[in-house]
């Protein structure tokens, strides 16, 4: 919601740019944005991502993954529309994101009015510091109440162990797993458990198409079991 509160409060005459490590987030985000101000696609938030895009001439928040970003900076006149950078999960330190942190801190060298903001939950404040000397402002909020429970189990034990105890229609699960292989074996072995039929059990990996990736995450009736790699982490499982 930050940059939200950038464009409602500041009304900055560039672009606000807000980036993201995978597309599917970056998509979903924008989405979630336009429903909380009323808003549609294009209208005032959008986003553009491999092979997709909603946003035009009159749209002031994108969100964006690192590497369109990298290619749109090779244009002066997107350089020169460009008011505020968001960064967001800072943290997993990909190399496209650590590009633009240095883009953005040597055009701040050079006299551009850029504003630069990295953000994540579990920032490490010291290594930051080191290379984005800025005051660091921290959000605090009372936290998610989680149940934890740890026992030895089998994968189709602990989730029907799930579906009886949360048994409201929303109550959905997610899985994460190492990697698209190791999916299909969860996949196949509750499929394989007849949980019933009006479960539906969908993996979500970086491999999927986009489309099928956004399917994925609409919302539906019925209850979903989604067995996913770490694509599905902070901002899509929030």
């Known amino acids: 919601r930050v940059p939200r509160f950038v464009w409602e409060d500041l009304q900055p005459k560039g672009h606000i740019i807000v980036l993201q490590p995978r597309r599917a987030a ?11 101000t009323e808003t549609s696609l294009k209208e005032v938030i959008g986003y553009q991502v491999k092979g997709d895009s909603q946003f035009n001439s009159s749209t002031k928040i994108i969100y964006m993954t690192p590497g369109i970003f990298l290619r749109k900076c090779l244009s002066p006149e997107f350089l020169k529309n ?8 800072i943290h997993e330190r990909t190399i496209e994101m650590d590009l633009c942190l240095a883009l953005a801190l040597k055009w701040q060298s050079i006299q551009h009015p850029l504003k630069c903001v990295a953000m994540s939950a579990t920032l490490d404040e010291k290594h930051l510091k080191e290379t984005f000397p800025s005051p660091i402002l921290k959000c605090h909020h009372k936290p998610y109440e989680l149940d934890i429970v740890q026992q030895s189990m089998t994968i189709t034990e602990a989730v029907k162990m799930f579906l009886k105890s949360y048994q409201e229609p929303t109550a959905h699960l997610l899985i994460f797993e190492a990697g698209k292989y190791e999916i299909q074996q969860v996949i196949h072995e509750l499929e394989s458990a007849q949980l019933g039929k009006e479960i539906e059990i969908a993996p979500l990996h970086g491999d999927m198409p986009l489309a099928d990736q956004q399917k994925v995450l609409q919302e539906k009736q019925s209850r979903k079991i989604i067995v996913s790699t770490n694509i599905a982490e902070t901002s899509l499982t929030i």
């Open 26 to 36: 970056a998509i979903m985000l924008a989405k979630r944005v336009c429903d909380e």
């Open 82 to 89: 460009l008011s505020y950078l968001f960064l967001d999960e």
